[in-house]
């Protein structure tokens, strides 16, 4: 089992929470807002067997169900918040302050379709073929954007594949990486 490691840093006056492990070419593992690092523990242990890899949290991190609740139910429907697992629910309260904060940012909801054409390192992009429309449309605009992204679409998974479908999300990661 490859060790990890933890550390803080500073990105551009944002504090972060780093873990690295593996060794290889270097992965870099990014997660959505109402969440952190933890949502990529079903696949980061299969990954560091092959790769150097890292993930991270902002520790800016608040307490908030509420919007957490109301961002679920809108999202995925009366009842979402409901239905997600306890870890998920919690992951989300204690992520809620980092999605508030991109929210006041003046561009906080746009995509700088601009700065995304700017890249020039392979993208992969990962959907479930289930995941609500709005997580798709914004899967397709940023790979519409980004030059030579490539997007894998898992059949039967929401919006959080690499969860539900750990094994085949990590085996695709591997075969993307090496396909040079």
Known sequence: MPTTSLSKIDVNGVRLLVSESGAGEPLLLVHGSWVDRRSWSFVEEELARSFHVFSYDRIDAGQDETAARTFAELVAGPGAWDDL?????????????TFAGESRQPDGMTIDLDALAAIRCPVLLSQGEVSPPFFRDIVGRVAEAVPGARVRTFAGAGHVPHRTHPEEWAATVAAWVARD
């Open 85 to 97: 697992p306890a870890d998920q629910q919690a992951a989300m309260v204690q992520n809620a302050g």
